[in-house]
């Protein structure tokens, strides 16, 4: 078993930045890849964001791209989000999930933290 606890969310205004993070436990976190998805209201859960687990290789979704930036923190079983430039259209619940490699879906998932953009 894997538990994943998320922080950092909250409530800022648009052009405005937040850092996330996720803290792993349970498992030898630095074998695993790491992702960052959302979910906005009423809509499905989306990809934003993945660390391999060297840290050398991320991954984005278009949405993000050049606006956020995934790192971590082997030595802390640390997963970060650093969100700049945020826009309305971010807000959402975050979740981290872990996964043991590329090729697995996604197997234990944070309980998330609500990230709100203001106009």
């Known amino acids: 078993q894997v538990q994943l606890v998320e922080s950092g969310g909250g409530l800022v205004q648009a052009g405005g930045s937040l850092r996330l993070s996720c803290v792993a436990s349970g498992r030898t976190f630095s074998y695993y890849r790491m992702g960052w998805f959302r979910q906005a209201p009423g809509k499905e859960r989306e990809f934003a964001a993945a660390?391999?687990?060297?840290?050398?290789?991320?991954y984005y979704a278009d949405s993000v791209k050049g606006r956020f930036t995934i790192s971590r923190d082997n030595a802390k079983n640390t997963v970060f989000l650093q969100m700049n430039s945020l826009k309305p259209t971010d807000t959402a619940v975050y979740y981290c999930?872990?996964?043991?490699?590329?090729?697995?879906?996604?197997?234990?998932w944070g309980q998330g933290t609500q990230v709100t953009v203001s106009s």
């Open positions: 660390i391999n687990w060297s840290g050398l290789s991320t």
């Open positions: 999930a872990i996964k043991p490699n590329a090729a697995a879906v996604y197997q234990y």
